[in-house]
């Protein structure tokens, strides 16, 4: 019963607390917090190269055998434009980071 009750005390607690707006500079220490357990959890699932691999042979398997695979036709045609790689790829970050920061501070 005490278990319980401290539960349901702490999500009380907790509610209030997500419930509040706090300052623009406690808001960014909490996110930065909460990514850096996101990086560290996702640490701790990443398997092995062998395992990875496989899981992509399957999926590689099963999209011919529903006529879908499209991807090695798609990454040739990526490769033969000079740099599309390269800034396809700044540009993902960029836009990653920038949109993620954006919303932060449109919510806040």
């Given at each position: 019963m005490r278990i319980t009750a401290f539960a349901t005390h702490t999500a009380g607690r907790l509610q209030r607390w997500l419930s509040t707006r706090h300052r623009l500079r406690s808001e960014a220490a909490a996110v930065v917090v909460l990514y850096g357990f996101y990086e560290l959890a996702r640490?701790?699932?990443?398997?092995?190269?062998?395992?990875?691999?496989?899981?992509?042979?399957?999926?590689?398997?099963?999209?011919?055998?529903?006529?879908?695979?499209?991807?090695?036709?798609?990454?040739?045609?990526?490769?033969?434009?000079?740099?599309?790689?390269?800034?396809?790829?700044?540009?993902?970050?960029?836009?990653?980071?920038?949109?993620?920061?954006?919303?932060l501070l449109w919510l806040h």
């Amino acid at each position: 019963m005490r278990i319980t009750a401290f539960a349901t005390h702490t999500a009380g607690r907790l509610q209030r607390w997500l419930s509040t707006r706090h300052r623009l500079r406690s808001e960014a220490a909490a996110v930065v917090v909460l990514y850096g357990f996101y990086e560290l959890a996702r640490d701790l699932v990443v398997s092995d190269a062998r395992e990875a691999d496989h899981h992509a042979r399957e999926v590689v398997t099963l999209e011919r055998g529903l006529h879908v695979f499209l991807e090695a036709n798609v990454q040739h045609a990526a490769r033969a434009v000079p740099g599309l790689i390269s800034l396809l790829g700044s540009a993902y970050l960029t836009l990653h980071l920038a949109v993620t920061a954006g919303v932060l501070l449109w919510l806040h």
